[in-house]
């Protein structure tokens, strides 16, 4: 039988262990999660990119702080917010393997949602890293320009995928292109091979994104003065 005090410990340390858990527990927080994922954003940037009232947003951004999940830095009047680590992002990758695995909606969702993707040939990190060695490949990122600069594949191209079409001019055309957006979830990335396999040209997908590039211990290439993802920059 366990003592009074083995009991408190575990009551105590699952409570607190827990609080993480709670935070993420809500899907306009998970999406904020994957967007800081990307860089550090604004409140009102997070409002705008996920639909939601600027005061929403600043409550859960509230709530993921409090869970010391982010952290946020004043400039000027407006407040920055990033994640407190890289840590937040794999914890955030793992629950995304468990509800793929075990919660079958997952699937159905991205099936019903990304019905191309089955088609489109998608390259591995690992694949993509040993293409890049050979300078066998053209690398595009085909987000936001703001996320590009806070960090993304070392020699990728950014060409947002609404700019696409009109700077086609800009790519080669006698090596493969592989395009790379925010994650597994994000369609830019589909959206991009899509244009490029009908002007003719070789085109494949990363598989994810730059976070699980990131997250896996690859190199991340920053613009100065960048808004960064993580807890890379000092709270004043």
């Known amino acids: 039988m366990e003592s009074t005090d083995h009991r408190r410990f575990k009551d105590q340390l699952f409570e ?3 609080r993480p858990a709670k935070a993420l527990a809500n899907p ?3 999406e904020i999660v994957d967007l800081l994922a990307q860089a550090e954003r604004s409140v009102e940037d997070l409002a705008r990119l996920t639909g939601m009232s600027v005061a ?3 409550q859960h951004l509230k709530i993921l702080r409090s869970a010391g999940l982010v952290a946020s830095r004043r400039l000027g009047s407006f407040v920055f917010y990033r994640l407190a680590s890289d840590e937040v992002v794999r914890a955030w990758q793992a629950l995304r393997t468990v509800g793929e695995k075990h919660v079958a909606e997952v699937e159905r969702v991205v099936r019903d949602f990304v019905l191309e993707r089955d088609r489109l040939t998608a390259r591995t990190a690992a694949e993509l890293a040993a293409l890049l060695d050979e ?3 053209v690398v595009l990122d085909v987000r936001p320009a703001e996320e590009y600069r806070a960090g993304h594949i070392p020699g990728a191209r950014s060409i947002p995928v609404a700019e696409l079409e009109r700077r086609l001019r800009e790519l080669p055309t006698d090596r493969e292109i592989v395009a790379y957006c925010r994650g597994p979830y994000c ?4 959206e991009a091979v899509a244009v490029l396999r009908a002007r003719g040209l070789r085109a494949t ?7 699980e590039w990131r997250t896996a211990g690859r190199p991340v290439a920053r613009e100065p ?3 960064v993802p ?3 920059l000092p709270d004043p």
């Open 16 to 18: 607190q262990l827990a």
């Open 135 to 137: 300078d066998a490949v």
């Open 225 to 227: 003065g960048a808004n």
């Open 28 to 30: 306009h927080r998970l």
């Open 56 to 58: 929403n947003a600043s």
């Open 230 to 232: 993580t807890s890379e």
């Open 205 to 211: 997908r990363l598989a994810d994104g730059l976070p």
């Open 187 to 190: 369609v830019f990335a589909d």
